[in-house]
């Protein structure tokens, strides 16, 4: 019996990675939709700014749910795709309605450090099995989130 999945890697470790991966593609998702509806709902004197940078978060967010979504499946696992799932496993909560452009960056700023955490052990676990796909993923995704965290937080100051 073949202990490794198509790509060379063990599949009994593949399966917690892919539990992760799961985990993270849930929050993601929960994110994404947060997002969404700070995009939809921001008001006030910041809103032609962070309704833009709400665009370009939610379709970052996007590509990275199809990312991670793929990667699982190339770990030979199957993705989660419900949103009752979702909620119930998510870290990241579901926000209310919420118009006020500090509150949102505040609710994106807050499901970063969920994410940006979640990723960290993903990259750690990765590392070692000899997942240099799923590594390189997580390692890129900290890299460019943790700037952000950054510009989002420098618009929050005072």
């Given at each position: 019996m073949d202990r490794t999945n198509a790509i060379g890697l063990d599949k009994a470790k593949t399966e917690e990675l892919a539990k992760g991966l799961n985990d993270l593609l849930a929050n993601y998702s929960v994110f994404y939709q947060n997002t969404r509806g700070y995009h939809w709902n921001v008001k006030g004197e910041q809103f032609f700014v962070l309704h833009e940078k709400f665009e370009e978060l939610?379709?970052?967010?996007?590509?990275?749910?199809?990312?991670?979504a793929e990667r699982i499946l190339t770990l030979g696992h199957t993705p989660e795709h419900n949103y009752t799932k979702?909620?119930?496993?998510s870290q990241v909560k579901e926000s209310g309605k919420v118009s006020d452009g500090n509150a949102c960056v505040e609710g994106i700023l807050a499901a970063f450090k969920i994410i940006i955490s979640m990723q960290r052990a993903l990259l750690?676990?990765?590392?070692e099995i000899g997942d240099e796909g799923t590594n390189s993923l997580m390692s890129d995704y900290i890299t460019e989130q943790e700037k952000l965290v950054w510009m989002y937080a420098a618009h929050?100051?005072?």
């Open positions: 939610y379709n970052d967010q996007k590509l990275k749910i199809d990312e991670i979702y909620v119930k496993v750690d676990l990765s590392g929050q100051s005072k």
